[in-house]
């Protein structure tokens, strides 16, 4: 591939906030609010796991440990831009993300967690459909 001249297009995410489209990728950390985004995301997967979350960590390819393997898949570019929209819009206003790439299962799995946890309407429009979270359930019915 790398000969022809083809390379793989890079995981990413973005969440419109104030007229202004904000682009995460997996494991980013450019944005200006990146460090506040990875603490957040710790602690909400923290409340995920005492609501009975386990991370899939054959989601993550990297020949590393299982606890950095978790921390690689907090970093992924659709709960980055879930953690924004958390950060940054009203309370009860539903959070809109879109992705180029198709929502990974360990994100899906996280996903319907998440919208339990923090009580919100999560909208993830992946390469395939809309995926809209809400009390822990996809509108998918967990088929993707």
């Known amino acids: 591939m790398i000969r022809n001249g083809v390379k793989k297009e890079p995981g990413c995410s973005w969440i419109e906030f104030n007229d202004e489209v904000h682009k995460f990728v997996s494991g980013d950390f450019s944005h200006p609010q990146s460090e506040q985004l990875h603490r957040f995301l710790e602690t909400l997967s923290e ?7 386990a991370p899939d960590t054959a989601c993550v390819f990297h020949n590393v440990n299982e606890e950095e393997k978790e921390t690689l898949l907090c970093g992924h570019s659709e709960r980055l831009a879930i953690a924004f ?4 819009l009203p309370p009860g206003v539903p959070i809109r993300v879109a992705k180029n790439l198709r929502v990974c ?3 899906h799995s996280a996903t319907k967690f998440i919208s339990k946890v923090v009580e919100r309407e999560i909208i993830v429009r992946d390469v395939r459909r809309f995926h809209y979270f809400k009390d822990g359930k996809c509108s998918c019915g967990d088929y993707w």
Do not use: A, I, S, T
């Open 47 to 53: 409340r995920q796991k005492q609501k009975g979350y």
């Open 105 to 107: 299962n360990d994100c």
């Open 85 to 88: 929209g958390l950060l940054n």
